[in-house]
């Protein structure tokens, strides 16, 4: 089991940028696909992942809602996944989860993730 573990959440204001940062130990991420999943306050966490990138750094998808704004990537030698958000607006306030798993499909969704960090909390507001 890998145990994740979520960081660089907080209160920022629209239009503001956040890197969240998720510590995977252990594990050669290059062999993993890998995902940022988000629950909205008052709500499950949602199906479809906010960003995700496949083995190898293969293939990304992201949710049409945050394309050209926030940016998934993995850096092997740190065991680290992180996800660059950029021009934030309220809506994407929530608690973002990192995971990763062994399957890949597309659209991303969180039952072909195998192993999940507690999440990290982003605010967007004024």
């Known amino acids: 089991q890998v145990q994740l573990v979520e960081s660089g959440g907080g209160l920022v204001q629209p239009g503001g940028s956040l890197r969240l940062s998720c510590t995977a130990p252990g594990i050669n991420l290059d062999s993993y696909a890998v995902g940022w999943f988000r629950q909205a306050p008052g709500k499950q966490r949602e199906e479809k992942g906010v960003?995700?990138?496949?083995?190898?750094?293969?293939?990304?998808d992201y949710r049409d809602s945050v394309k050209g704004r926030f940016f998934i990537s993995t850096d092997n030698a740190k065991n680290t996944i992180y996800l660059q958000m950029n021009n934030l607006a309220p809506e994407d306030t929530g608690i973002y989860y990192c995971?990763?798993?062994?399957?890949?499909?597309?659209?991303?969704?969180?039952?072909?993730?195998?192993?999940w960090g507690k999440g990290t909390l982003v605010t967007v507001s004024s």
């Open positions: 960003a995700c990138l496949g083995v190898s750094e293969g293939p990304t």
């Open positions: 995971a990763t798993g062994r399957r890949w499909i597309v659209p991303c969704r969180d039952y072909v993730m195998d192993d």
